[in-house]
């Protein structure tokens, strides 16, 4: 028998639907033209595809909701607490776990605690709000992505990989006594999806250890970086997604983790830590402000469906199954012409928008005039990772300095879309693709100065 339903199939069926909207082309273009050109601030039933974001937007499943029911919404020391500490603490090894409400929580009470002004964090990549949650506390996020991350083309298994060369430079040179956090994405969103192979991570641990600096995770993507290491990393094909994620949490001296991708739930996120002192002054500051430290912001419910999701998401048919949806969408977004960073990761697949509208320069935004298009010929919603997110602009908001790219994400919820939803996105980026000028490009109107991308304004170039 050469048909494997394991190999073939996810595995789960449909169980409780929602609808989604279908909007002729005049109603896009009104919906575009009143959300300011800007997908964040379109309505969800203006959506027919939300490729958006990953974060919160998964399917749960029955056993999550049958645990649900159970939630103990006592405000100390409920039962639910105790369930997710325990799934938690098997999961990482820390003999300290702190919930919060979402993985940006964490940052602010985590680095609260742990940096001090003028301290550098060193990551492969930082996510958008750690980044910002570095710099609210004083210190710098600084960014050391291995070589290959920005050879999109390149085939390398490992481009989320921190350049290990020049983290040892930096912790050996005249910066390296203001380290104060060697901080590891994975898998790095900011830059593709990419995954950490387990020996980058062993060597930067190693190489933080040596300079007496905390080693620690921002692993919102643990169960996905652990598939991908079992699928690419030698050595690994006969470890289980589960046994390579624990290995990944005894590297660290700790992590912050938002469960609103792999934790399968819509909400929540949690701090792991070994030291107590740590422990201790993020408990304090947690409890002031994200809620007392057996709920930290979380419902009952909430904390129950997650010790449930922690686990369900290292099944290795659930990932292979995700994982393959994911690659079968590169190819068919490949084979309509369109480029893709290679290789495909799992939550995410970013397209060079550079690269399929050459005729837009920078400074008319061919990320987002691709997002955007997506949205007005498909009803496609997605952001761009370039020069409206990352670029330099002026008073006047005029670009001075580009991305080094012009991507943009579609990020793909998890046990939402059906195999059917993917190839409609393709055929539509497929479209775009016969005729690529017919993309216009765009110009600010307005902007706020912080985390620009979320709330800017917009018009189309004729
Ligand atoms: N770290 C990473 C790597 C992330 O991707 C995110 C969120 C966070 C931290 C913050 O967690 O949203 O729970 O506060 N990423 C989402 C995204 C928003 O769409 O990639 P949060």
Same mark, same amino acid.
């Given at each position: ?5 394991? =190999? ?36 969800? &039933? ?42 938690? *603490?098997?999961? =990482? ?124 995770? &921002? ?105 393959? *949806? =994911? ?49 007005? &010929? ?39 879309? *059906? ?15 016969? &005729? ?27």
């Amino acid at each position: 028998m050469t048909i494997d339903p394991v =190999t073939m199939l996810p595995p789960y069926r449909i169980k409780v639907v929602e609808p989604i909207p279908f909007l002729d082309a005049g109603q896009r273009r009104e919906a575009m033209a009143s959300a300011g050109y800007n997908p964040f601030n379109l309505r969800a &039933d203006q959506v027919t595809i939300d490729l958006l974001s990953d974060s919160g937007t998964g399917a749960t499943s029955a056993d999550q909701e049958a645990a649900a029911a159970r939630g103990d919404e006592s405000y100390a020391g409920a039962r639910s607490w105790f369930r997710f500490r325990e799934e938690i *603490a098997d999961l =990482t090894g820390y003999p300290h776990v702190l919930p919060v409400h979402q993985g940006r929580a964490g940052e602010r009470v985590l680095f609260g605690a742990l940096l001090k002004p003028g301290q550098i964090c060193v990551s492969n990549t930082h996510f958008d709000t750690t980044h910002a949650n570095v710099e609210l506390v004083g210190a710098q996020a600084l960014d050391l992505p291995c070589p290959e991350a920005l050879d999109f083309d390149s085939p390398a298994p490992f481009k989320g990989n921190i350049d290990l060369d020049r983290l040892a430079e930096v912790l050996a040179g005249p910066d390296g006594k203001r380290v104060g956090l060697v901080l590891m994405t994975i898998t790095n969103n900011g830059l593709g999806a990419q995954p950490v192979s387990m020996a980058n991570l062993a060597a930067a641990a190693d190489l933080a250890r040596r300079h007496g600096v905390p080693f620690f995770l &921002d692993a919102a993507r643990f169960a996905e970086n652990a598939w991908l290491v079992s699928r690419r990393e030698a050595g690994y094909q006969d470890w289980t997604p589960r046994a390579i994620a624990v290995r990944a949490f005894e590297l660290a001296d700790g992590c912050v983790v938002s469960l609103k991708k792999d934790g399968l739930s819509s909400i929540g996120a949690f701090i792991g830590l070994r030291d107590a002192d740590l422990h201790a002054r993020c408990e304090a500051n947690l409890i002031a402000t994200e809620g007392f430290s057996t709920y930290g912001g979380l419902a009952g419910h909430d904390l129950e469906r997650l010790a449930v999701g922690v686990r369900e998401v290292l099944e290795p048919a659930y990932l292979q199954a995700r994982a393959a *949806a =994911t690659a079968r969408l590169a190819q068919m977004i490949n084979d309509a012409g369109v480029a893709t960073v290679q290789p495909a990761g799992v939550h995410a697949l970013y397209l060079n928008a550079g690269r399929l509208l050459p005729h837009l320069p920078a400074e008319r935004f061919p990320g987002h005039a691709l997002a955007c298009q997506l949205y007005l &010929d498909g009803g496609i919603r997605c952001a761009e990772l370039g020069s409206l997110y990352l670029g330099t602009m002026d008073d006047d908001h005029r670009l001075v300095r580009p991305a080094p790219f012009e991507l943009v994400r579609l990020a793909i919820p998890r046990r939402v879309y *059906a195999e059917e939803h993917l190839r409609y996105v393709a055929a539509v980026l497929g479209e775009i693709a016969k &005729d690529p000028e017919q993309v216009t490009g765009y110009r600010i109107v307005s902007a706020p100065a912080v985390l620009r991308h979320f709330k800017v304004r917009l018009e189309p170039l004729r």
